[in-house]
């Protein structure tokens, strides 16, 4: 048995995740499955941020952006052109790779505290842009989405049904990201990421230019938050400036460092834990993020690794590591 | 092979080369000494792109390469070792030599592919390891090796790049006198497949293994020459030998 879950772990966890539908309403109603879903596309972030972040050691403190980017151009390409998602995401990565090169043309630059202070100011300066410019953005109120529609223009569309519906399309993104990601630090280029973490300097002694993978890092990071953001705002017919805000961003920092950074799967856990622990603890007290910052701050000072790395501290699972 | 013109470097006011010029020759392994704070290692430091010189030019194989980025010197096939480890502590000694063969191929960074084996990037860096000796080691985290041993690493990343010119900071430093004698007999070694320019305290090795000796002293030329005449000069007895 054990042997099966170390060679299929990814497998099994895929296969719970396509059945965890059926559960519903049995097990838990509609409403988890809402935030099943919110968690997928979270996690679509969560391993972008990973592969910068985790891996190639450049933490954001502005990749809100490219999450509330992904959403206004979700809005205004639905709202005015097309329901469709797939010329919807078309154009969201279009948009956001032209600004994500322009962004981390300047930001790889930098490194440490300097990377993070820059790409928090041009993160702001999109957030107070769509706060202020109302008559298009629709300022604080933000902009209500039509609904997005799925299929093959002229031929057969469907609006994408709720709640299973947009799980299972969540679902595949998911799958599709965590797929290219597990590619990406497998590969030659993986491994300079992890050396360019390790230590910047001798990595480009070594003949790296450290610019240009930084820059490739950066955009990976940046589609995905840009495909996670089309999806959110489509799920929730909605867009509004807090998609951009860094407060945002400082929550994928807390999910990563939570989870596990440099793991891939231990930000999706983290991404997973914080939802679903400040959805329960929300209903319970309205100063539920105290709990959470002290939470936080265990771990911190308890289990740096984060989750994954209390979890591969446990015998069983040290043993049966796959 | 590297021309070094008129060099001057200064930090603040204080000038820690003060136009310096000499060459290095192909196949030869042309020791640096002078007493600490010399400029020894800054003048490594703005041969290889770490600092851009206020003065002077640098040429390598005839190309002017004067404040070029280290990536770009690499790639021409200049490589240098530390005088503090600079390696990457959390990866095994085969990944660190690894990282350094890699970086010879077109496809270095690629991410939708994976490097054949016919790149022989595993038979190169087993290659390099059995030559500092590390093989027995490969599968160690870098920063669990004895120094001795975390030294010869530091020459295997440089010696991983394939250089043509191999500069090599105090690599002795820190070892005892059973760790030196393997890590002379290993520049010996080296200097019959690559050219070498070596930062050394250590006199009586430097005497024994260069072609030539550059002093410099507060980043001035003060000597240059085999280790005969070296020996001899007596400026050089006076601020660096001691009459040795």
Not at chain 1, 192 to 201: D, G, K, Q, W, Y
Not at chain 2, 184 to 189: C, D, G, M, T, V
Request: proline share 3%.
């Amino acid at each position: 048995m054990t042997v099966i879950i170390k060679k299929y772990y990814l497998l099994l966890i895929l296969a719970a995740l396509v059945l965890l539908p059926l559960a519903s309403p049995a097990l838990f109603s509609d409403y988890y499955l809402d935030l099943f879903t919110k968690i997928l596309i979270f996690g679509i972030m969560l391993l972008g941020y990973d592969i910068l972040a985790g891996y190639t050691g450049l933490v954001s403190l502005g990749h809100a952006l490219f999450f509330g980017l992904g959403g206004y151009c979700a809005a205004f390409t639905i709202n005015h052109f097309s329901s469709n998602l797939a010329p919807v995401l078309a154009v969201a990565l279009i948009v956001s790779t032209a600004i994500g090169l322009f962004v981390g043309f300047f930001s790889t630059q930098t490194k440490d505290i300097f990377f993070v202070f820059l790409t928090l100011a041009f993160a702001q300066f999109f957030y107070l842009a769509a706060f202020n410019m109302t008559g298009i953005t629709g300022g604080d109120n933000g902009i209500t989405i039509a609904k997005a529609t799925i299929g093959i223009p002229s031929l057969w569309t469907t609006k994408i049904p709720r709640p299973y519906g947009f799980y299972y399309l969540a679902l595949v993104f998911f799958v599709l990201s965590f797929a290219i990601c597990r590619r990406v630090i497998n590969s030659p280029f993986g491994k300079v990421l992890v050396a360019i973490r390790e230590n910047e300097e001798r990595v480009s002694y070594l003949g790296y230019s450290i610019r240009k993978v930084k820059i490739k890092s950066y955009m990976i990071s940046v589609w995905l938050a840009t495909v996670a953001g089309v999806l959110f705002a489509a799920y929730q017919d909605f867009v509004s400036p807090g998609m951009l805000h860094w407060a945002l961003s400082g929550d994928l920092i807390l999910m990563s460092v939570l989870g596990g950074m440099g793991t891939l799967v231990g930000p999706v856990l983290g991404g997973a834990i914080i939802i679903l622990l400040g959805d329960e603890l929300s209903s319970l007290t309205e100063n539920w993020m105290i709990f959470i910052g002290g939470f936080f701050v265990l771990m911190i000072i308890f289990a740096p690794k984060g989750v994954l790395g209390v979890l591969s501290n446990i015998r069983w699972f040290r043993n049966h590591d796959a | 092979m590297l021309k070094v013109d008129n060099l001057c470097k200064s930090f603040s006011r204080l000038r820690i080369l003060n136009d310096l010029s000499f060459a290095v020759r192909e196949g030869e392994l042309k020791a640096i000494i002078g007493p600490n704070g010399a400029g020894k290692t800054t003048l490594f430091n703005v041969i290889t792109g770490r600092f851009a010189p206020d003065e002077g030019a640098v040429r390598f194989r005839d190309k002017d390469i004067t404040g070029a980025k280290p990536h770009v010197l690499s790639n021409l096939g200049l490589a240098r070792s530390f005088q503090i480890n600079n390696f990457f502590q959390n990866l095994t000694v085969f990944e660190n030599v690894e990282l350094a063969v890699q970086s010879r191929l077109e496809r270095r960074t690629a991410v939708w592919r994976d490097l054949p084996h016919t790149d022989g990037v595993e038979a190169r860096t087993l290659e390099v390891l059995d030559l500092i000796g590390l093989n027995e080691q490969a599968g160690a985290l870098a920063c669990n090796l004895s120094y001795g041993d975390q030294r010869k690493l530091e020459i295997g990343l440089a010696l991983g790049t394939g250089p043509s010119l191999l500069m090599l900071d105090e690599p002795t430093s820190g070892m005892s006198r059973f760790e030196s004698l393997s890590m002379i007999e290993l520049i010996q070694r080296l200097s019959e497949r690559v050219t070498i320019i070596l930062i050394e305290h250590d006199i009586e090795f430097v005497m024994k293994v260069s072609d030539s000796i550059l002093v410099i002293h507060y980043g001035e030329k003060i000597a240059e020459g085999p280790p005969a005449e070296i020996e001899r000069n007596e400026e050089v007895q006076r601020v660096y030998l001691g009459g040795l």
